[in-house]
């Protein structure tokens, strides 16, 4: 498979100029994740307001995959209940797996179905995953908090 056909430009946007890689300073969760096969390397920041995430950002380096990954979860994430957005995170590592068995599914998920094709890219898998796995343990590790 060609790695052009990954690299949409809404992936290059969000990897280049993200809105989303900022500083918070009021955050509430901050959970890193670490991508060694790669060398990705991120941390989240979310605001939760109850049982809303109210904002969310990002800190880190690594691939276009893994930088755009995480800030389409981020604009996708925004605003939701953790419920919800734990649901997505379901439904985006079924994707990258190719075991969606609900098509509509794929249309919950928004910009971030563009990274579909990164199921065929075994080797890049785990860089489009990174930070979805890492918003699972935040929100798994405030829970345990509560
Ligand atoms: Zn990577």
């Not at 390397?41 to 950002?57: G, P, Q």
């Not at 691939?63 to 604009?75: G, H, L, P, R, V």
């Amino acid at each position: 498979m060609d790695l052009n056909s990954v690299y949409t430009e809404l992936i290059m946007e969000h990897s280049k100029n993200s809105p989303n890689k900022r500083e918070m300073d009021d955050a509430d969760i901050e959970e890193h994740g670490h991508n060694p096969n790669c060398g990705d390397d991120i941390t989240l920041e979310l605001k939760l307001d109850d049982d809303m995430i109210e904002d969310a950002a990002f800190k880190g380096s690594g691939c276009a995959i893994s930088q755009a990954s995480t800030s389409i979860m981020i604009d996708l994430i925004k605003g939701k209940k953790i419920e919800e957005a734990l649901e997505l995170v379901e439904i985006f590592l079924n994707m990258i797996k190719k075991e969606i068995d609900n098509p509509s599914d794929l249309k919950k998920l928004k910009d971030a179905a563009a990274l579909k094709n990164i199921a065929n890219m075994p080797a890049r898998v785990k860089c489009a995953v990174l930070s979805w796995h890492t918003l699972k343990e935040a929100l798994k590790n405030n829970a345990e908090r509560d």
